[in-house]
């Protein structure tokens, strides 16, 4: 079992920067590959970003390429998400989420455990 719990949201102008942390307990952090997804009101939750085990890979949703870049520390069994050049479009719930599985995973159902969110609101 393992517990995540996600903070640094908050409400930020276009253009501007905030860093999501999302804090695991339980089980080795190293064991999972961590995904960051995102719910908008109304929408589908979706990928945003996902790193591998040992920190070594990356994959981002084309929407972000260039502007979030996703991050762990083991040794803290921490990983971040760090925004930039936020857009309106960004305003969403940010979760954390991790998988037992070796492959990096876009999917919400490849993912076993999930933090509650954080709110992040990117005003125009």
């Known amino acids: 079992q393992v517990q995540l719990v996600e903070s640094g949201g908050g409400l930020v102008q276009a253009g501007g920067s905030l860093r999501l942390s999302c804090a695991a307990s339980?089980?080795?952090?190293?064991?999972?590959?961590m995904g960051w997804f995102r719910q908008a009101p109304g929408k589908e939750r979706e990928f945003v970003a996902i790193?591998?085990?040992?920190?070594?890979?990356?994959y981002y949703t084309d929407s972000v390429k260039g502007r979030f870049t996703i991050s762990r520390d083991n040794a803290k069994n921490t990983v971040y998400l760090n925004m930039n050049s936020l857009k309106p479009e960004d305003t969403a719930v940010y979760s954390c989420?991790?998988?037992?599985?070796?492959?990096?995973?876009?999917?919400?159902?490849?993912?076993?455990?999930w933090g509650q969110g954080t709110q992040v609101t990117v005003s125009s």
């Open positions: 989420a991790a998988s037992t599985q070796s492959t990096l995973a876009t999917t919400p159902g490849a993912y076993d455990y």
């Open positions: 339980g089980r080795t952090f190293s064991n999972y590959v």
């Open positions: 790193i591998s085990r040992l920190g070594i890979t990356t």
